[in-house]
């Protein structure tokens, strides 16, 4: 579960500080440019560490430093409770005078405020089981991916896991083929990789396909079949059947519409979810695509099954959606002009008079 969330110097965040209140699931709300996708762009160079990039250079450019602030640090940082311990994460970034790459200042990872490892510059120190050790590393390079790990039970391997399984969507329908090459655990965040995705969740966890099937027959109740079909040695394409008057229909998952697309990746999402627990999932504007009378179910789903294994944070528009939260569960993020920095309230914490919806309606906040 994610705790906390610090970014400073990161475009529009600054002194940004994203608290979850320990809450299972989440809305965050607030006009465009308030700084939504650039906080979920945080949380994906967090995931990118996690599955093994290690190079700055492919998780951040110059440009990232806020109004091209060079002359000072970059600090990221994210506090997770993970299978009951605690663990922090910090980044500190620099660009020096003449340089053209991003550098490691200081990286540092505790786990129930112990130290695992700390790192200044090149030399990176490990604390483990009262034995230390330290080594150099490239300064370009993040430390966290390339540090080997004694077991499955090692705390610095159960933190780099739960980064590298963290659900983050905003996915581009259009370019989900159905066609895979291979297997995976870890979708991308336009899904993509989504067949990927798929065949690999079904090879690890057989089961997984009665939580999908059931799923998509909630939502598409003349579905009959799902199966990955077989196109080549490593290469497989999802058909989907539809029953209809006796009559069967196939067809590839290309020629699907996009708003049945999502759905195929919301029942992935949960059977994932289920299986692959606990993880955070955050999807941007998950809504996109479905009809209003689609978008409630879509919600439901996600705040029910993460709720019970998991972590789930949207963020959205759409007033169908704003409804499924409370106020005690959505967020507001806003910014006065795009010279200022994103703020942070909770809707809980503000003089909302009726519905959140109403009072956005009537200018009562930006949204």
Not at 2 to 15: G, H, P, S
Not at 44 to 62: A, C, N, T, Y
Not at 248 to 267: M, P, V
Not at 294 to 311: A, K, N, P, T, Y
Request: include cysteine.
């Amino acid at each position: 579960m994610l705790i906390r969330l610090y970014a400073n110097n990161f475009r529009c965040l600054e002194n940004f500080e994203f608290k979850t209140n320990k809450l299972t699931s989440l809305l965050v709300i607030g006009a465009n440019g308030s700084g939504k996708t650039t906080a979920t762009d945080v949380l994906e160079i967090f995931q990118k560490i996690g599955r093994g990039v290690s190079r700055l250079r492919e998780l951040l450019s110059p440009r990232d430093f806020s109004y091209g602030k060079t002359t000072l640090p970059m600090n990221l940082e994210l506090t997770a409770r993970i299978d009951g311990h605690l663990y922090t994460y910090q980044l500190i970034l620099e660009l020096p005078p003449d340089f053209r790459e991003i550098r490691i200042h200081e990286e540092n990872l505790q786990c129930q405020g112990e130290t695992l490892y700390s790192r200044k510059l090149a030399q990176v120190n490990l604390a483990r089981t009262n034995k230390e050790a330290s080594f150099s590393v490239d300064w370009h390079l993040v430390a966290l991916p390339i540090i080997q790990v004694s077991s499955d039970g090692d705390p610095l391997r159960r933190f780099r896991d739960w980064l590298a399984r963290m659900i983050i969507l905003a996915p581009c329908p259009y370019e989900m083929t159905g066609e895979s090459d291979g297997e995976t655990l870890e979708p991308d965040k336009r899904g993509i990789n989504f067949a990927n995705w798929f065949t690999g969740l079904l090879a690890r966890y057989p089961a997984a396909y009665r939580e999908i099937d059931e799923q998509l027959r909630s939502i598409m109740p003349d579905i009959s079949d799902i199966y990955n079909e077989p196109t080549g040695k490593n290469s497989k394409n999802i058909i989907a059947r539809f029953l209809a008057n006796e009559c069967y229909f196939s067809t590839s998952f290309r020629a699907l519409s996009d708003g049945e697309k999502c759905f195929f990746l919301l029942a992935t999402t949960l059977a994932a979810s289920k299986y692959c627990g606990p993880l955070l999932c955050v999807w941007d504007e998950p809504d996109n695509y479905l009809s209003l009378a689609e978008v409630g179910h879509f919600i439901v789903s996600l705040r029910r099954q993460f709720g019970r294994d998991g972590q789930f944070i949207a963020t959205s528009h759409n007033e169908e959606t704003i409804r499924k939260f409370s106020n005690e569960n959505t967020v507001i993020f806003s910014r006065n002009s795009h010279l200022e920095p994103t703020r942070v309230q909770w809707a809980s914490e503000l003089p909302i008079h009726g519905s959140l919806v109403e009072n956005i309606k009537l200018g009562g906040l930006a949204q």
